[in-house]
């Protein structure tokens, strides 16, 4: 009796070229999927550096006989902060009211900057008396919460 089969190794042959479609298909549909939870991962640890390097802190504050609450806050961090939004108590701070300034030459700052290894002096008009929460959000993702009593 004669066999007419493919051979074992023209059979092994197909499957692999078939696998090999099948991983090439694949790669193409899933491939920039896959880089772009690359790039998101890249970009959720570069945004993890820039966090860390924002250390603003609280030194000293008042509030004046105007209802003026000036905060003096120092950036320890190695990189500028540039606040986005102020919350005193339960509102929200215009940023366009508010003056932030260097406490020690009483220049202004450009676009709510505060360099690294400067203490700025933060003036909120019509802050509430007594005690409250003051909360700073920084472009550069940094958080930061004070109590303060007044």
Known sequence: MERRAVSEVVGVAL???ILVSIGLVWLATQGPLLTMHAY???DQIRAA???????LTLLYYYRDGQGTLTLYIYNYGAGNSTIS???VGDSEV???????KNA??????????????????VNVPNA????FIVFLMTEEGGRFAWEVHV
Do not use: C, D, M, Y
């Open 49 to 55: 550096e820039r966090r860390q390097s924002q250390l």
């Open 94 to 100: 215009n940023l366009q009211q508010a003056v932030i």
């Open 128 to 131: 509430p008396s007594g005690r």
């Open 85 to 87: 939004r102020l919350f």
């Open 40 to 42: 998101s991962i890249i």
């Open 15 to 17: 499957i692999s070229v």
């Open 104 to 121: 020690e030459t009483g220049q202004h700052f450009q676009n709510k900057v505060i360099p690294p290894r400067v203490l700025a002096e």
